[in-house]
């Protein structure tokens, strides 16, 4: 099994809708937990921590469920802009910085 | 500027030859990363360090060799590529004793022929 894992999807959505991606981790001592972006072949890039009373960021909503060891994240109002990559990933270990990065969703708004 | 960078950004190479992928950064942290992503898989740590004098091995470091020459730069080679070398690579930094977030390179797109 995976330490951390994602629908690959793509989604495909139309601007405007509300879509929510998952991910699951498999240690359940870890201890932070974020969402990355990744457009088209450039870096990943934080988009949000994710706590464990959930967190929102204007159009974005992250929460974490350390029972079922699943983290989500949702965005509404997709704009074209949201297109790319988003990448769940997880610190098993806590203050050593080595972070676990899932394979990522591909979401793709269209007008 | 960008605050982390690399060289080269792309690189096409034959099977045998030493590689080194360079990493610079100018914003003061103290830990550096490397990162290689395959389509399909997640990043995929290489190497990482935690100061000039700290290196350590990643998840998958067989084939790879790493140089911290200053707190600045970290460098990573391949001593003799093989074609399942070709990836995307990433420099990350992070800030020892502060949140989690990592802060990547631009990469650098690898072909070993």
């Known amino acids: 099994r995976k330490e951390v894992e994602q629908d690959p999807g793509p989604f495909n959505v139309p601007e405007g809708a509300t879509v929510a991606f998952n991910c699951t981790y498999s240690?359940?001592?870890?201890?932070?937990f974020f969402w990355y972006r990744q457009d088209c072949r450039k870096e990943p890039k934080l988009l949000m921590s994710?706590?464990?009373s959930g967190n929102e960021d204007g159009r974005f909503t992250a929460q974490l469920n350390r029972a079922s060891q699943y983290i989500s994240l949702l965005i509404r109002d997709s704009k074209l802009s949201d297109s790319a990559t988003y990448l769940c990933?997880?610190?098993?270990?806590?203050?050593?910085?080595?972070?676990?990065f899932g394979a990522g969703t591909r979401l793709a708004v269209h007008p | 500027d960008a605050d982390v960078t690399q060289t080269p950004r792309n690189r096409i190479t034959k099977t045998g030859k030493r590689i080194m992928l360079e990493c610079s950064q100018t914003?003061?942290?103290?830990?550096m990363y490397w990162y290689r992503q395959d389509p399909g898989l997640g990043l995929r740590l290489i190497y990482y360090?935690?100061?000039?004098?700290?290196?350590n091995k990643g998840e998958i470091s067989d084939g790879y060799s790493v140089s911290r020459q200053a707190q600045a730069k970290f460098s990573l080679s391949l001593e003799s590529a093989i074609p399942n070398q070709t990836a995307l690579y990433f420099c990350?930094?992070?800030?020892?004793?502060?949140?989690?977030?990592?802060?990547f390179g631009p990469g650098t797109r690898l072909t070993v022929l």
């Open positions: 360090s935690f100061d000039v004098k700290d290196i």
């Open positions: 914003k003061g942290h103290d830990r």
């Open positions: 990933v997880v610190n098993p270990s806590g203050g050593y910085n080595k972070l676990i």
């Open positions: 240690n359940s001592a870890s201890q932070s």
């Open positions: 994710v706590y464990s």
């Open positions: 990350a930094t992070s800030e020892s004793g502060g949140t989690d977030t990592q802060y």
